[in-house]
């Protein structure tokens, strides 16, 4: 005989079959997920979006104190391009929303209600005005229904109800509110009314909102997307968003300007003190002396002392601001450093520096953690420079120290020669000097002063503008996607199902799956039938679909017995529960219908249950026999109300070591009288996976019928049944498929092989008993 080729893989057209023969699925999923879509769409407030197209300006860092970066000539730093990651990351700070929710009361939420969906309004455009005085921002209120009537309004939520009168406050979770009529249509309507939390409310837009930079857009292009219900509301939003956004930033860039504003008008305040002390001086020194003039060389004295004087008070002001930068540094280490004025570029660089990683470092403790990996480096990098800024200050003093003491000795040299002046003219010169000393220094820092208003108001020129709007009318949720999204899950859905159920069913499903994986041959299948029906199902006038295919099993077994001695059959399975013992009494009673005398063995000796079904239980039988208790003839019943059938339990009681009684020396002797006294012998023998009963019997039998059952028995044991077929180790083996249920595969169930009739031919199945004999 020719071997047949078995088939392990997936089968993709029985796949399709199970899915064409579960469309009711897919009948009920599609109406309801896709009814549900329009529920959603029509319950649900639809979302506008507003674009805007936003410009970035690059930053202009404030300048330090006088006139540019310390000990440099020229105050103005070079524009870098801006860092769109940190102003994208600055635009989407919940800080920034709270400011707009607060500028555009949008803590406050109502919604004008409709019959189908409630409609969210703008509270300046409500026809009553509401006024609220907060003073628990961080939580919301309860959701009221609103009612205004002409002498006052009513609201009402789950478990509060509040009454009141236009005009006069009243609380709200410790909230003043205050209600005020404007337009008199509005009596009657009805409002939704709630008090949301600050940040609830920033974080609900904020969830709305997106920015990103514009694809060929420039490096400091940025595209800001809201979506709303109303479309101006969310315009608002976005243009008060950046004037948050620019007012912030102006802060920011104007914080040093300030700084160094404050402290020229402290300095011109005591200068101009100073200037008005000593011109007082002049004034009564001039009234009391009578001086008018002095002479020429007194001039020329005067001169110099007034040179000498301000280089020691420029000394003296280099001193201050190193001093100042000391103190920056040692007192006040998370500021920059504010100075100006000395004209060192090294100094100039360091503090340049040390500033620089300043900002970075404050930019990284606000947008990270204090444990962010990038701070420690930073803070090296600062304690390098703070000792750099020192070691440069020490050496600056020196020079300094230099120059005042070259300064003292030209002054002491200087003064020696006004011993020869008249005593009045020096006093005179001494206190007209000072005097121009301090109206020099007073010139000097109004200009300065004056150089700053300009430079803090021309940085208002900075921040960013709006380039362009763009209005969608597009909605959200968009029906077409809705609707799309809900007509593939209506399909995937099931199909999901039924594919994973397909994949996991580890139950033998239908003949292909025994076709397919075992080249033993199927002697006949039997159908489903319920457990209240009647244990032996043919008799000579049932012609009911099972009656029919054990009649059909019949035929094949005489088939079988024309080709070889097939006296004892043996009825095995590889489970309990696959209905070997119903198959083998309604085979063995459709034997004795044709007039056959047959014999039952109960050889299931651990589980017996054919006893029950026969109603011959506790009856004397194989374990008695091979026991030595009784004789032969003792142990054969013959079934009531079914003639020329016979029985043999499994005996009473059981015997506790059934693989041993088994192999008695009285089994030989057992089958050759029951071969000699009946026609055919039918043994009910105990499952393969369970025991190896029935490997040990099949040395007394002539054919097996091995039993599976239809979406019970798994798909595992079919390796089992191949690999006892092909290792011989049952006696001419055959299948019968018990259980059967309709569909997939078996849709007719009647008789042998009407399921698989287009697929598999008959032959296949009947045919291929004569084969293998």
């Known amino acids: 005989m020719e071997e047949k080729e078995l088939s392990t893989g997936f089968d993709i057209s029985r796949l399709f079959r199970r899915i064409l023969s579960n469309y009711f699925w897919f009948l009920f999923t599609i109406p309801v997920l896709v009814g549900g879509a329009y529920l959603y769409l029509k319950y649900s407030v639809p979302l506008f979006q507003v674009v805007s197209y936003l410009q970035i300006q690059p930053p202009n860092e404030g300048q330090s104190l006088i006139g540019g970066s310390p000990f440099s000539s020229s105050g103005q730093q070079a524009n870098n391009l801006p860092d769109m990651n940190g102003e994208v990351f600055k635009l989407q700070s919940t800080a920034l929303f709270e400011q707009v929710v607060d500028s555009l009361r949008l803590d406050i939420e109502v919604s004008a209600k409709g019959k189908v969906k409630n409609q969210p309004m703008q509270v300046d455009s409500l026809p009553f005005v509401i006024t609220t005085k907060r003073t628990n921002v961080h939580q919301s209120s309860e959701v009221f229904d609103l009612r205004l009537n002409k002498s006052g309004f009513e609201l009402v939520s789950s478990n509060k109800k509040i009454s009141g009168i236009y005009d006069k406050p009243f609380v709200i979770n410790g909230d003043s509110v205050l209600f005020q009529l404007s337009d008199s249509a509005a009596i009657g309507q009805a409002y939704t009314f709630q008090l949301k939390s600050k940040k609830e409310k920033a974080a609900e837009i904020l969830g709305r909102f997106t920015v990103g930079p514009v694809p060929k857009g420039g490096s400091g292009m940025l595209q800001l997307t809201l979506k709303d219900e109303i479309t101006s509301r969310a315009k608002m939003i976005i243009e008060v968003l950046i004037d948050k956004y620019d007012g912030a930033n102006q802060d920011f860039k104007t914080k040093s300007l300030k700084s160094e504003m404050a ?296 088939y079988l017995s024309k080709q070889l001695a097939n006296k004892v059959v043996m009825v095995t399975s590889s489970i309990s529960g696959e209905g070997k013992s119903f198959v083998s009494l309604n085979l063995g009673n459709s034997i004795a219908i044709s007039g056959k005398k047959i014999v039952l063995l109960e050889f299931d000796l651990r589980n017996p249950t054919l006893s029950d079904k026969v109603n011959l239980e506790d009856k004397v039988g194989i374990h008695n026999y091979l026991s030595g208790e009784v004789s032969i003839e003792e142990i054969v019943n013959p079934v ?133 004999f």
């Open 263 to 558: 402290f020229l008008d402290n300095r011109l305040n005591a200068v101009a003190r100073e200037l008005e002390t000593q011109e007082n001086t002049v004034r009564d020194f001039k009234a009391s002396n009578k001086i008018n003039n002095v002479s020429a060389s007194a001039d020329q004295l005067l001169t110099s002392l007034t040179d000498i004087d301000k280089q020691k008070n420029d000394n003296k002001y280099k001193e201050t601001l190193l001093s100042n930068i000391e103190n920056y540094i040692r007192n006040r280490p998370d500021e920059k450093i504010q100075v100006a004025g000395v004209q060192d570029g090294e100094l100039l660089g360091l503090v340049s520096a040390y500033n620089g990683k300043l900002t970075e470092r404050a930019s990284v403790l606000a947008y990270g953690a204090a444990q962010d990996l990038r701070l420690p480096p930073i803070n090296t990098k600062i304690e390098d420079l703070k000792r750099s800024i020192e070691n440069r200050i020490n050496s600056l003093r020196e020079e300094l120290g230099t120059s005042n003491s070259y300064l003292a000795e030209r002054e002491r040299s200087t003064n020696s020669r006004f011993v020869t002046l008249p005593e009045k003219e020096k006093n005179y010169i001494e206190v007209n000097r000072l005097l121009n000393v301090k109206q020099t220094l007073y010139v000097f820092l109004l200009q300065r002063k004056e150089d700053k208003n300009i430079e803090f108001a021309s940085s208002g020129f900075g921040g960013s503008r709006i380039v362009d709007w763009k209005f969608s009318n597009m909605r959200e949720p968009r029906p077409l996607f809705i609707y799309a999204g809900a007509l593939g899950a209506a399909i995937l859905l099931p199909l999901l199902i039924i594919v994973i159920a397909f994949i996991s069913n580890r139950k033998i499903d239908s003949f292909e799956d025994i076709y397919k994986s075992t080249a033993m041959p199927v002697a006949g299948e039997i159908s489903y039938l319920p457990k209240n029906k009647e244990n032996i199902v043919i008799t000579e006038d049932n012609v009911s679909a099972v009656a029919e295919q054990f009649r059909t099993l019949r035929t094949n077994f005489f």
């Open 640 to 772: 009531e109300g079914y003639p020329n059938l016979y029985f043999i339990s499994a005996g009473t009681p059981l015997t506790p070591n059934p693989g041993e009684i088994i192999l008695s020396n009285k089994m030989p002797t057992m089958f050759e009288y029951l071969r000699a006294n009946f026609d055919y012998i039918i043994l009910d023998t105990p499952p393969i996976e369970a025991v190896s009963d029935s490997l040990t019997m099949s040395k007394y039998v002539d054919s097996t019928f091995y039993i599976v059952r239809h979406k019970y028995s798994n798909k595992s044991s079919l390796t089992l049944i191949n690999q006892l077929y092909k290792d011989k180790k049952l006696p001419n083996p055959v299948l019968v498929i018990n259980g059967i249920k309709a569909g997939d595969g078996y849709r007719n169930a009647y008789g042998y092989g009407y399921g698989q009739k287009a697929k598999i031919k008959k032959k296949k199945g009947f045919l291929r008993i004569a084969s293998i």
